[in-house]
């Protein structure tokens, strides 16, 4: 069964970076396409970034386009979201998301099945 743990979060002032880990395991070297979404007190859960297998194919939110860069280490089974000049409205908690397939992407939480326990990030002006 496929495990997803975040790591990576933090309370930070505006205009700081962060990166977000999520390791993979249970299913060592399969071919997930991942992504990354987060939610906000008394928001729905809304998409952030995603990836396919083994890379190629990326697709970014608006509100984070060429602020945060998502990537894997297919060897490592970790996912990534590095995240700069953050600001307020980033403050949510982010998960991690997976999917079995390869050269396959999306930015629908439903079409993922597998889901860490979340992260919190906390962004002050």
């Given amino acids: 069964q496929v495990q997803l743990v975040e790591s990576g979060g933090g309370s930070v002032q505006a205009g700081v970076s962060l990166t ?36 190629a194919n990326l697709r970014y939110a608006a509100s984070v386009k060429g602020r945060f860069t998502i990537t894997r280490d297919n060897v490592k089974d970790t996912l990534y979201l590095e995240m700069n000049n953050l600001k307020p409205e980033d403050t949510a908690v982010y998960y991690c998301a997976a999917r079995p397939g390869s050269h396959w992407i999306s930015d629908t939480a439903a079409d993922f099945g597998s889901w860490g326990q979340g992260t919190q990030v906390t962004v002050s002006s």
Avoid at 29 to 54: N, T, Y
């Fill in 20 to 55: 977000l880990s999520c390791v993979v395991s249970g299913t060592p070297h399969s071919q997930f396409a991942m992504g990354w979404f987060r939610q906000a007190p008394g928001k729905e859960r809304e998409f952030v970034a995603a990836i396919s297998w083994p890379g």
